[in-house]
């Protein structure tokens, strides 16, 4: 039945705009924090960034910019993708259709012309969300974030999001879905600069620079929103 209903234009649009009203009422309801408090400060100067996080933590980051800061997000070709991206346009932000492979190979899945829209919208002042995992495994960085850093020479700003309401779906990637009237929690890790000369063995030392990253944000970001360490 729900292969069914997903593959309806009129069910994905429904679909999305409950989505998009279900995440403004948890914004609206929310008790933010930011760490560091002068984020906006910081990313000024480094902008358009390429913003990343873990797939199921996503669903609140159009909340991160800010008026004037133009930005896109990767969204999958999936029957899910469409509805995440009906939702993020609602919120003003551009969506990229495809994805890559466990290997950051971006010749599947529509991702070589993805890969290169992003570069061209980070070169004509758009920043890029998009999640960090391997497609599929859950909370291990791939090398596609490093790799678009890279070819873009833009750097990467890890995001961690934590709610101290939530409930975690049995999905692959352990999707929160916050509830209203919470305690937010949105930590900007130190950027990720990555050199155009840089060679597979730097890749790989990024990559995993940005997986330590990620995960001490969340760390933080848990501890913020009272729960304490994950």
């Not at 408090?37 to 933590?57: E, M, N």
């Not at 391997?134 to 709610?163: D, N, Q």
């Not at 790989?204 to 360490?229: I, V």
Request: proline letters at 7%; a positive charge.
């Amino acid at each position: 039945m729900w292969k069914r209903l997903a593959r309806s234009p009129a069910f994905r649009r429904a679909a999305g705009a409950f989505l998009a009203g279900y995440l403004r009422l948890v914004a609206r309801t929310a008790r933010p924090v930011w760490e560091p408090l002068d984020v906006y400060d910081r990313l000024g100067p480094d902008l358009p960034i390429i913003l990343t996080f873990w797939h199921g933590q996503h669903f609140l980051s159009p909340f991160v910019m800010r008026p004037g800061m133009k930005a896109k997000v990767l969204v999958s070709r999936h029957a899910d993708g469409d509805i995440n991206a009906i939702a993020a346009e609602r919120f003003g932000v551009g969506t990229i259709r495809g994805s890559g492979d466990h290997k950051g190979r971006f010749h599947r899945k529509g991702g070589v012309s993805a890969f290169l829209e992003m570069v061209d919208s980070l070169a004509d002042g758009f920043n890029i969300a998009v999640t960090a995992d391997v497609p599929k495994i859950s909370r291990k960085a791939g090398l596609g974030v490093v790799m678009l850093a890279r070819a873009s020479g833009r750097p990467i700003y890890p995001l961690a999001i934590e709610s101290s309401r939530r409930i975690v779906l049995p999905s692959w990637d352990k999707a929160s879905v916050d509830l209203p009237f919470a305690r937010l929690a949105f930590v900007v890790g130190d950027p990720i600069r990555i050199s155009p000369e840089s060679d597979d063995t730097e890749l790989e030392a990024c990559r995993r620079l940005l997986q330590d990253r990620l995960e001490a944000a969340h760390q933080r970001a848990a501890e913020l929103t009272g729960r304490g360490p994950r």
